[in-house]
């Protein structure tokens, strides 16, 4: 599953063991992880920061401020590709959808299910492999 990508992700995860698991299987598929964070205002500094392609989102947030997040994710880079990561929460998912994120995964989840969703979600022209 390697070959590089210029694809860049951040994962916002306040299980930092999560954060560990995930960050190797992304770095494995090829991607490059350009920051971790723990919180809401870390993940929309990194954003401003970093550019990311792709931001993976397993807060533990209220819907409403999962929804307010990715709004503020989305006026800082409308571009940015939200996957958001939970338990099953009735309503979760169409609630995020609604606001802007691109996808939606359910805990628990396959690494592979999940590198699969951040290929179909990133920008295309990001996934064009280097030598």
Do not use: W
Not at 112 to 117: A, E, P, S
């Amino acid at each position: 599953m390697s070959g590089g990508s210029n694809l860049g992700v951040i994962i916002g995860g306040d299980v930092p063991f999560l954060r560990v698991l995930l960050k190797m299987a992304i770095e494995d598929a090829g991607f490059k992880v350009i920051d971790e964070v723990m919180d809401r205002t870390e993940l929309l500094t990194a954003c401003i920061r970093k550019k990311p392609d792709v931001v993976l989102l397993d807060l533990k947030l209220t819907h409403e401020e999962s929804v307010r997040l990715i709004e503020d994710l989305l006026d800082v880079d409308a571009s940015v590709a939200i996957i958001a990561v939970a338990d099953i929460e009735e309503g979760y998912s169409d609630k995020v959808l609604a606001a802007g994120a691109r996808a939606f995964i359910q805990k628990p989840f396959s690494m592979y299910d999940l590198i699969d969703l951040i290929r179909k979600v990133a920008p295309d022209s990001r996934l064009r492999t280097t030598a």
